[in-house]
């Protein structure tokens, strides 16, 4: 069965980086497209960021375009996300999402459980 | 704010129907997802393609979309159906906004 599982969450300080990391089993990784998904505390989902099977096309929300990263390793079924000058705002449950495609739909059809990344002093 | 817009909280009587809309340009171009999501866990997808259900998930739940207005119905609601639900799309820039999300109350 679809396993994603995310790690690499904690408190991290302001200006701080963490690189979270989402280990994928159950399924062919490198034949989908990846996405980052965050939410924070009583908040709605936002969407973080995507990367293609081959990674060589990566898209980010605004909110987070010049500080995160997203990267995949095919070879190891591995997702990840580098977060650098990381802000308070920044602080939720980041989901890592598997994206399905079918015939010019696009959606998450599977989802990891998240983890916590907290930024404060 | 989001690029697409929901209803922040619905009610609905046990047994009775109740539907959710999102509302976005992105819409026309674009199909939407629904997904629900209890309490510290993390969402489901419940319908892809504007109105199709991933192997699982009950027949009271559909979708439908036309314009820029997606919809989710839910067909005699029951109480585990008390969730919130969020729509999302993708738009031209290959970005997936999600909706703010709907709170959903079964009475």
């Known amino acids: 069965q679809v396993q994603l599982v995310e790690s690499g969450g904690g408190v991290v300080q302001p200006g701080r980086s963490l690189r979270l990391s989402c280990a994928a089993s159950?399924?062919?990784?490198?034949?989908?497209?990846m996405h980052w998904v965050r939410q924070a505390p009583g908040k709605g989902l936002e969407w973080v960021a995507i990367i293609s099977h081959d990674e060589t096309n990566k898209y980010y929300a605004d909110s987070v375009k010049g500080r995160f990263t997203i990267s995949r390793d095919n070879s190891k079924n591995t997702l990840y996300l580098q977060m650098n000058n990381l802000r308070g705002e920044d602080t939720a449950v980041y989901y890592c999402a598997r994206e399905g495609y079918i015939s010019g739909w696009w959606f998450f059809d599977y989802w990891g459980q998240g983890t916590l990344v907290t930024v404060s002093s | 704010s989001s690029e697409l817009t929901q209803d922040p909280a619905v009610s609905v009587a046990l047994g009775q129907t109740v539907r959710i809309t999102c509302q976005g340009d992105?819409?026309?171009?674009?199909?939407a997802s629904w997904y629900q999501q209890k309490p510290g866990q993390a969402p489901i997808l419940v319908i892809y393609?504007?109105?199709n259900r991933p192997s699982g998930i009950p027949d009271r739940f559909s979708g439908s979309s036309s314009g820029n207005t997606a919809s989710l119905t839910i067909t005699g609601a029951q109480a585990e159906d008390e969730s919130d639900y969020y729509c999302?799309?993708?738009?031209?820039?290959?970005?997936?906004?999600f909706g703010d999300g709907t709170k959903l109350t079964v009475l």
């Open positions: 393609g504007d109105n």
């Open positions: 159950g399924f062919t990784f490198s034949g989908y497209a």
């Open positions: 999302n799309s993708r738009d031209s820039n290959r970005h997936h906004p």
């Open positions: 992105s819409l026309r171009s674009y199909s």
